[in-house]
T-cell receptor, first 110, second 116 residues
Framework: LAKTTQPISMDSYEGQEVNITCSHN???????ITWYQQFPSQGPRFIIQ???TKVTNEVASLFIPADRKSSTLSLPRVSLSDTAVYYC???????????FGKGTKLSVIP | GAGVSQSPRYKVAKRGQDVALRCDPI?????LFWYQQALGQGPEFLTY????????KSGLPSDRFFAERPEGSVSTLKIQRTQQEDSAVYLC??????????????FGPGTRLTVL
């Protein structure tokens, strides 16, 4: 399982775009990058998953450069309700064990 | 549709008591997972079921922890002779298919266990 490194915390004002970068230098060829969001007193919730280049859904975008040693989760125009912990995971297609790490605590300020 | 549900949401136990935590996965989901989340940490894998078969229990901290899913749907995590270090949130997750698919794991709200 590839180890991931991400900032412990980030602050942002409402309405700004937030980019959270995750490093995964030893990512394996068959590893996908997945991001989960967790609010207090709730379980993690899947946000987005990608293998390379760019993936976009209604919630976020995920940018993965060609070398795949890092990835960036982009949240457009954050609101107070985006305050949560965001986890970056790297795991193979056949892996069921999700390894979360400590995540990035995003605080959105009014 | 209904998501993963867990009960109870909160449990307080005296040290040495046995506890049982229940997980109702999304209907039809083949795979079921249990995770333990300590305060300020990310969830850590405990065990994995494929239908009623427990295929991986490598993350269970000790032999005091036992999980079952007898009919391939509802699962119970049992902790015997609870210790203070067992205090944590216990999360259950389910996914539709078997690995090697990259199906999303859907998490329940967790059970917060406090051992006094």
């Amino acid at each position: 399982l590839a180890k991931t490194t991400q900032p412990i915390s980030m602050d942002s004002y409402e309405g700004q775009e937030v980019n959270i970068t995750c490093s995964h230098n030893n990512i394996a060829t068959n590893d996908y990058i997945t991001w989960y969001q967790q609010f207090p007193s709730q379980g993690p919730r899947f946000i987005i998953q990608g293998y390379k280049t760019k993936v976009t859904n209604e919630v976020a975008s995920l940018f993965i450069p060609a070398d795949r040693k890092s990835s960036t989760l982009s949240l457009p125009r954050v609101s107070l309700s985006d305050t949560a912990v965001y986890y970056c995971l790297a795991s193979g297609a056949g892996s069921y064990q999700l390894t979360f790490g400590k995540g990035t605590k995003l605080s959105v300020i009014p | 549709g209904a998501g993963v549900s867990q009960s109870p949401r909160y449990k307080v136990a005296k040290r040495g008591q046995d506890v049982a935590l229940r997980c109702d996965p999304i209907s039809g989901h083949v795979s079921l997972f249990w995770y333990q989340q300590a305060l300020g940490q990310g969830p850590e894998f405990l065990t994995y079921f494929q239908n009623e078969a427990q295929l991986d229990k490598s993350g269970l901290p000790s032999d005091r922890f036992f999980a079952e899913r007898p009919e391939g749907s509802v699962s119970t995590l049992k902790i015997q002779r609870t210790q203070q270090e067992d205090s944590a949130v216990y999360l259950c997750a389910s996914s539709l298919n078997l690995p090697p698919s990259t199906d999303t794991q859907y998490f329940g709200p967790g059970t917060r266990l406090t051992v006094l």
